[in-house]
Structure formats: structure tokens, C-alpha cells
């Protein structure tokens, strides 16, 4: 029988608690039960298969010295190890100047090819929404933009996005067909784009579909 998520959660947490004081044992067991997930998370940002394996022993170097900052009354342990992992790959692809991927990459599917209705949607040359997310400065502009979007849609960039959750995952958490959860995420992902770039001063191209309720999911 499959371990119900709040028993994992206790799991993790408690490695964690362990792993801070030094206990390599529970250090083992953490990685174990995470690295396929956080090595999952590191591919959707940098696509070269080696530099994310080397990433993966960086990030988890890191998660035996932070330990002991995790706090399970602020977040869940998968989704704080997350964060470790995605700051950290995105920070590789800053120092080493190299372009963030687009929006293709990170709403790749399972079989790894990008959804080419968005692709032809987005101009090239222009920064994606996720791009935009990374860039944003102003926090209240970016929980704005997030507080316009649907309760399913929001649902599906919290997973998706902050949590590392492939498209099928977030449909099997949500209950919903892949289809669908596919095109919550690309509608709020769109819609981010645009507010984004309106806090920012920029022209985003073509109408706003946040402005436009028969472009939201019912």
C-alpha cells in the first residue's frame, strides 16, 4: 500500500531533524527517497543530463548544511527541498551566463516535447512567464498577478512550478485528466506572462487574458 503523503511528510521531516544533527544514517535515507524527485526538478531547468547530476550532489552538500534551518510549521519538507533545488539550478544557469530556458522547456510533458501550441503562441526573442516569474522584483506584484488567476489554475502553478510536480503528477493529485491540468497550467502561465510584464512596464503582446473571463477555465 502506498505511504498516505502526511506519513511521508512525518518521514521526511524527521530525517531532516536528524540529518541537522549529523546522523549520516538519515542523510541516506533522504536522499534515497528524494534525489529521483529533485533530479526531476534540476532536468526541467538545465537539460544537459551531466550538469544536472553534478547539481545534484551540490544540492544535497547543501541540504546536509541547512538542515537544520528547515521549519515544518512554515513548509513541507518535499516542498522546502524543492526550493533548495530549483535556487540552485537556476543559480548555476546565472553565473555561467547562460540563457534560462523558455517556457517550452519547463511545460515540456511526460514524453519530454513542449506543448507547440504555447511555443507558437509566445514571440520569440521575449522572456517567458517563468522567466518573468524569476525576474520579478516586487513581490506584491507577483502575489497580485497569482491572486488573479482561477483557485484550479493557481492549484496547478503552486505544483507545478514551486513544488516540481510533472503535469501527470498534478493531475493525479488534482483528480482531473492530464488534458485538462495541461491547459489550466499553459492559460496561467499566459495570463502571468501578461501581468508580469504590465508591473514591469512592458507591452505584452496581444489581449490580456487575465482581463478576459471566457479565457479563464470555468
Avoid at 48 to 67: G, K, M, P, T
Amino acid at each position: 500500500m502506498p505511504q498516505a503523503p502526511a506519513d511521508r511528510s512525518a518521514e521526511l521531516a524527521a530525517w531532516l531533524s536528524r540529518t541537522a544533527l549529523g546522523d549520516r544514517a538519515a542523510f541516506a535515507a533522504l536522499y534515497r527517497a528524494t534525489s529521483a524527485h529533485l533530479f526531476g526538478v534540476i532536468l526541467r531547468i538545465n537539460r544537459d543530463r551531466s550538469q544536472a547530476e553534478e547539481l545534484l550532489q551540490d544540492i544535497y552538500v547543501n541540504i546536509w548544511r541547512a538542515a537544520g534551518s528547515f521549519d515544518a510549521a512554515r513548509a513541507q519538507p518535499m516542498t522546502w527541498l524543492v526550493s533548495i533545488a530549483r535556487n540552485r539550478a537556476i543559480d548555476s544557469l546565472r553565473r555561467a551566463k547562460s540563457d534560462v530556458k523558455t517556457v517550452s522547456s519547463h511545460l515540456a510533458g511526460d514524453d519530454g516535447e513542449a506543448d507547440d501550441d504555447l511555443v507558437e503562441q509566445l514571440p520569440s526573442g521575449e522572456a517567458g512567464p517563468l522567466q518573468l516569474l524569476e525576474q520579478a522584483a516586487d513581490a506584491r506584484a507577483l502575489a497580485h498577478c497569482v491572486q488573479q488567476l482561477s483557485a484550479e489554475q493557481q492549484q496547478c502553478v503552486a505544483l507545478a512550478y514551486y513544488q516540481g510536480l510533472s503535469h501527470a503528477e498534478v493531475a493525479e493529485h488534482l483528480v482531473q485528466p492530464l488534458g485538462t491540468v495541461k491547459s489550466w497550467v499553459r492559460r496561467a502561465l499566459l495570463a502571468l506572462k501578461q501581468c508580469l510584464a504590465r508591473a514591469a512596464g512592458q507591452a505584452p503582446s496581444g489581449g490580456s487574458l487575465a482581463a478576459d473571463p471566457s479565457a479563464k477555465e470555468a
